[in-house]
């Protein structure tokens, strides 16, 4: 609930109040001209930056690795982006922290720290926070036993390799060889 008040609430007033004191020193068009300079500027730089990050998860992917940490500053990009669209001098500052690299990877990291990356088959989920949605660890359907570790994992999170082969025999194999059930009885 505090995280909405302050952005709801809180932060249009400070960027207004804001917004008045620059414009009572430099002037109302200068103040409107300067918000406008800060989006254009700010929208080349999420071009560059964002087809940079994609580029760089698209290599990772390609390598067969997963791209946790360009997913995540692609998620600190378009953060970014939305501030710097957003009027005001605040939002435009923190607007660009998120599209500067150096801080962006910092964000990046720090988000990666709060956050359970998991990955199978090509696919890749986050999940922020210790807790989902359904209590501490847990499905909409109760605890997963014994398949919480996902992937090829014993409880240790050691990797568990071995080979198998289908034994078991169809209906339509057995038929084509005239092994029927009704035939043996007979």
Known sequence: MGVFLFLFIVMPIVEMTILIKVGTLIGALNTVGLVLLTAV??????????????????????SGELPAREVAEGLILAVG????????????????LCLIPGSRHWLAAQALKRMVVAGQGGSFTFTAGQRGPFGDGESPFGRQRP????????RNGDIIEGEYRDETEHDHQ????GDDDSEQKK
Request: aromatic share 8%; hydrophobic share 45%.
């Open 41 to 62: 500027i700010g929208a080349a730089l999420l071009r560059q930056q964002g087809l940079a990050t994609l580029l760089k998860a698209n290599q990772r992917l390609n």
């Open 81 to 96: 982006g939305a501030l710097l669209l957003t009027p005001g001098f605040v939002t435009d500052t923190i607007g660009f």
């Open 147 to 154: 398949f919480d570790r996902q992937g090829p994992f014993d």
């Open 174 to 177: 057995r038929l084509d060889r």
